[in-house]
């Protein structure tokens, strides 16, 4: 052999190999879209779940039967149809007997088919199944030549190319599978909703996909759980055939009283092993990338129950569960991707319209076919019936046949029965048979032959006559039928609404178990979010230190400062209450509870705490209320009402509210209660005014209005009150004395006032 021929084998070889390899991965991926991964649209299922059905409805494991041992119809499956690992078979059986799997089991499991923990079901001889009343749905029709037959793998028997299936299972059940090069994954939905799609889809052919979002709003997940993707996103998805779908796992709050709670999980995420997803809450709490979460515990019984414990019962619980959702599967994300098998043949992503109208084609298909088949049914009954009838009315000449004739067939096809055909019928009139009516044909003669002795009598001849009438009318109507669009679809509609009436809303299980919700953004953890609330007592004293005291302590107790030193400020408060300081520039300042300085001491400067300048004096110190609203007001006597949210500083150097220059400083600083309506003010020159307080504007910052007006000196105080009260004060016997009158005092905002009534406080406050 020469050096060239030796090349040129090598390279042919070669060649050979790289079309036989990829010949033959083509068969294989082929293979595995079509009769492995890829569900058909037209029933739902991929080959192995038919033929489990298939194989279970050739056993006859019906709904209200017995059940039978699940290594039996594994092995049946394995041994007639499905020539692969007995375990992959039972993998697949026992997935359709998970109700926390399939929203519509196809299989009732006896036994432990595996749970919601993740665990696995048990050996398939220690588990028993039967068909449940969907599978048996999906079945309906297989007798009547409803669906092709293809050979099984080894040419022994038949089994069905798809099921005729009388309800959308491709949707309600959903599927998922990785082929080659391609994948399928697909939620289930609400069958009462599809169903209601489809009834819509016959009505009106070309539905827009926002018309068909009124009636499948979106999935359906056996696991309940709250869907909070967007609307629009849903529409793009389903328009599209690829998307994805947040879901969230439901909870509730539960009061545990003395203002204790905890938050229970009822409900996770669909495909969320519970006890993976508490190994995941356990790990956050022990690495503390979630603080404000105290404890786990999984008290779940046939139901779902996970209780989550707050640190803190001060502890926001949307705040919390945000938290929770980015750091764990209670928050997942189903991916969309509607790839399925159009005709069985073809992999296609198909919108949500696409897939209900393969369903409804099919439907129509499996319609045509099922009359076709009664047709021919009816057509073979008639022909047997015109065969007895002729034989009730030559009786005699029948039997005389039979007795005496050595070939009775031959003899009954022989013979013009038409000759002495005419004799009374049931009802008493007489005819005579049409040519060639009179002639027996082989199934008539056959069946003549084959009838019993008991059948020989007058009352059968009627039921004759009366069921080939009723023969010839459904005949008839299956005419119709076939030759009707119309028809053939209210058939397909009415067959849909018994579907709805046995598997809908209105059936056990049959209402919607998944919820919607806008998602809610999950927020940054503020400190406070983290502070275990105790109640403290607020000690601040004139010079300006603070102090935080354990408990509430009593407000009349002796307090300790330091030398030179006095009382100010004593109020109950608790640690996770901010506290807002206000100061004679104009400014608010703001200081966490939790950061006050213990009470054994004296307590700490609060200039170390927040950036207030060292001239700058104490005006008032008060607890942040998030709703409410304060009076502030400068020694000018100009002021305004803020909202507190408004003056929250953020930083130590406070937040700059009430404008005060040119030797101007803040003078008031007054909360203003919800049924306050009116403002009393009072000037160094003890005069008091009263005025509406309406009359104030509400801002977040300025100069303000001007309250009462003065030819010398400036305000002194100022208070909001509800005026059915009367106006209050101090006297100088520490009295609290109540003004109920108040009508010599009332005036316009800006105007001077009257003089003080007898009795009002020489420094010229009301406290």
Request: aromatic residues 6%; hydrophobic residues 40%; charged residues 30%.
């Amino acid at each position: 052999m020469t050096e060239q021929s030796s090349e040129n084998d090598q390279r042919q070889t070669s060649e050979s190999l790289s079309r036989a390899i990829g010949s033959r991965y083509l068969q294989y991926a082929l293979s595995t879209i079509m009769h492995r991964a890829l569900p058909d649209a037209r029933d739902g299922l991929k080959p192995v779940h038919r033929r489990i059905l298939y194989a279970m409805r050739e056993l006859r494991l019906a709904s209200n039967g017995g059940f039978r041992k699940s290594a039996k119809i594994s092995g049946d499956v394995m041994g007639n149809y499905h020539p692969h690992g007995d375990a992959a078979i039972y993998d697949a059986m026992a997935r359709l007997a998970q109700d926390f799997t399939i929203r519509y089991p196809l299989v009732d499991g006896q036994g432990n088919f595996g749970n919601i923990d993740g665990d696995n079901p048990a050996a398939s001889r220690y588990t028993e199944a039967r068909m449940t009343a969907v599978a048996e749905a999906l079945l309906q029709g297989l007798s009547e030549n409803a669906v092709d037959f293809r050979d099984n793998y080894d040419g022994t028997l038949q089994e069905p190319e798809v099921l005729p299936a009388a309800l959308p299972n491709l949707l309600a059940n959903g599927s998922s599978g990785i082929a080659v090069g391609m994948a399928t994954n697909i939620p289930p939905h609400n069958l009462d909703e599809l169903i209601a799609a489809c009834l819509h889809l016959i009505k009106a052919p070309n539905a827009r996909d926002e018309t068909l979002l009124e009636h499948v709003p979106g999935p359906d997940f056996p696991t309940g759980g709250v869907i909070v993707e967007p609307k629009e996103n849903i529409l793009e998805a389903y328009r599209t055939g690829r998307g994805a779908f947040r879901l969230r796992a439901k909870w509730e709050v539960e009061d545990l009283g003395r203002g204790q709670w905890q938050i229970v999980v009822t409900e996770i995420p669909y495909q969320v092993q519970k006890s993976k997803l508490i190994e995941k809450l356990a790990e956050l709490i022990q690495t503390k990338k979630v603080p404000i979460l105290a404890d786990v515990r999984d008290e779940s019984a046939d139901d779902i129950r996970i209780v989550l414990e707050p640190r803190a019962k001060t502890v926001d619980q949307e705040l919390l569960m945000g938290m929770l959702y980015r750091n764990s599967d209670l928050e997942t994300r189903f991916s969309l991707n509607m790839n399925v098998l159009i005709d069985g043949r073809t992999p296609k992503v198909c919108s949500l319209k696409e897939v209900l109208r393969a369903f409804l084609d099919h439907r129509r298909d499996v319609l045509l076919r099922r009359s076709r088949h009664r047709m021919e049914k009816i057509d073979h009954r008639l022909e047997v019936l015109e065969g007895f009838i002729i034989a009730f009315l030559n009786l005699d000449r029948v039997i005389d046949i039979i007795r005496y004739d050595e070939d009775p067939k031959a003899a009954l096809m022989r013979e013009d029965w038409g000759r002495d055909f005419t004799r009374a019928t049931s009802e008493g009139d007489y005819r005579t048979p049409p040519p060639g009516e009179g002639e027996l044909t082989e199934v008539q003669a056959e069946a003549i032959l084959n009838m019993r002795l008991r059948s020989l009598r007058r009352l059968e001849e009627m039921e004759l006559l009366r069921e080939r009438d009723a023969l010839m009318e459904e005949r008839a109507g299956l005419e119709d039928l076939l030759d009707s669009d119309d028809l053939q679809w209210g058939r397909i509609a009415e067959e849909l609404r018994e579907v709805r009436k046995t598997f809908g809303k209105s059936a056990p299980g049959g209402t919607r178990r998944t919820d919607f919700a806008e998602a809610s953004e999950v927020e940054e953890v503020p400190l406070e979010a983290m502070i275990e609330r105790e109640p403290i007592t607020v000690v601040c004293s004139k010079m300006g230190w603070i102090r935080a005291m354990k408990g509430h302590i009593d407000l009349g107790s002796e307090q300790k400062f330091r030398d030179g030193d006095e009382g100010r400020f004593l109020f109950h408060a608790e640690t996770t209450d901010k506290l807002l300081l206000f100061g004679n520039n104009g400014r608010f300042y703001t200081i966490s509870a939790t950061n006050l300085p213990g009470g054994r001491g004296m307590g700490e400067p609060v200039r170390l705490m927040v950036d207030m300048p060292n001239e700058v004096e104490i005006v008032d110190l008060v607890i942040h209320q998030p709703d409410g609203k304060l009076l502030v007001a400068s020694s000018a006597g100009d002021g305004f009402v803020v909202p507190e949210a408004d003056v929250v500083a953020q930083t130590r150097a406070g937040k700059q509210v009430l404008n005060a220059k040119d030797g101007v400083t803040a003078k008031v600083c007054a909360r203003v209660q919800p049924g306050d309506s009116h403002v009393a003010c009072v000037g160094e020159n003890r005069k008091v005014l009263v005025f509406a307080l309406d009359e104030l504007p509400e801002m977040g910052r300025g100069k303000g209005v001007r309250l009462q007006k003065y030819k010398d000196g400036g305000l002194s105080d100022a208070r909001a009150f509800a005026l059915s009260d009367g106006l209050s004060w101090t006297d100088p016997a520490g009295r609290t004395r109540t003004e109920a009158d108040l009508t010599e005092w009332m005036g316009k905002r800006a105007s001077a006032g009257r003089m003080a009534p007898r009795g009002f406080p020489r420094d010229n406050r009301f406290t």
